[in-house]
């Protein structure tokens, strides 16, 4: 019989972004196998037309009592052989309990007390290129293999239209390089400051004749107006006028990406553009790797990584990182990739 496989990860952005690998790994190691991915609305979109994906359940954000016991229904009347907690979550574990599967596998440095799910463990280790790495090795028992750890977003020709538009209304193929510049995070402490972009921003407008875009969420449309008042050549901002998919469209059409630690610069790697990730308080596992990526940090901080609401009085992970540093990988990257 077929394993009936669930992979429980839940949010946010760039962590489902990141966990994409692991339905590759588990279709390459059981082809036959049927997969099943649980995930909160918002992000449920990322995994669409994903071909190893056979089913996708998702739940609101906060679900009713009622909207739960649907989804606990819903978990129990699939018959799961083995859920993988790629999160280790309370909220996670909780679904992977939930799931009745017989294996359940989580990973030793779960938090909020989600031990209690799982009857197998991932040892902790810290040696991962990229941290899709982390999630694959939850399934090294699987036969799924780590190496193969590049996440990937399924895009078709409807999720351009808006993109398409944009390249038209600003006459943006005639040969100047596109970069998309990613100032905001859902974590502030993850944000390069911004005084960096708009110097980073000038050099390239003025040295490559670059034309600068700003995405972002509505909520952020505010802040990026602010900030493209600051530069020399406004940027077009293009916060809040995108669809999830979209987002990931915009930033396969540009030429270079260049963020923090943050959802969209994960999808900007998974979508095959150049990117520069800016690694401040995360994990360095956290930053892209590949002839397309440039990581950029300051080494050996005893402080790094933060954990969670963990005061920091310096930031020196961030404001020691100069838009000079930035600069010097963005003209490495594209002397090896031709970027126009």
Known sequence: MSERILIVRMSAM??????????????????DCHLTWLVQRPFAPLLEHNPHIDET????????????????????????????DLQCLLKS?????????????????????????YNELSPERWDQQYISQRYLEQCQALGVSRDDFVPELFLTEDDFGPVDRLWEEQTLADHRPVVVMIPFSAEPRREWPEQYFI???????????ARIIIPGTERE????????GRMARPPIVFAG????????ALLQRADLVIGGDSGLTHMAYAVGT????????????NGPKGPLARSIYIDDLPCR????????????????????????????????????
């Open 241 to 248: 006028r995108t669809s999830v998919r979209e987002a990931a």
């Open 57 to 84: 359940l998702d739940i609101p954000m906060r679900p009713t009592l009622v909207e739960i016991v649907m989804a606990w229904r819903q978990l129990k009347a699939r018959d799961f052989t083995i859920t993988i």
């Open 14 to 31: 760039g962590d489902v972004v990141q966990s994409t690998p692991v339905a590759r790994g588990l279709k390459a190691a059981m082809p």
């Open 93 to 117: 574990a909780i679904a992977t309990w939930a799931s009745g599967a017989p294996r359940r596998i989580g990973k030793q440095e779960a938090r909020e007390a989600a031990l209690f799910a």
């Open 274 to 285: 150049p990117v520069v990730c800016i690694i401040g308080p995360s994990p360095i596992r």
């Open 221 to 228: 449309r505010d802040r990026a107006r602010a900030l493209a």
């Open 305 to 340: 990584p933060c954990r969670p609401h963990q005061r920091c009085d310096h930031r020196r992970c961030m404001l020691e990182v100069t838009p000079a540093m930035v600069l010097a990988a963005v003209e490495d990257l594209a002397s090896s990739t031709g970027i126009p």
């Open 199 to 209: 110097e980073l921003a000038d050099s390239l407008t003025s040295r490559l004749g």
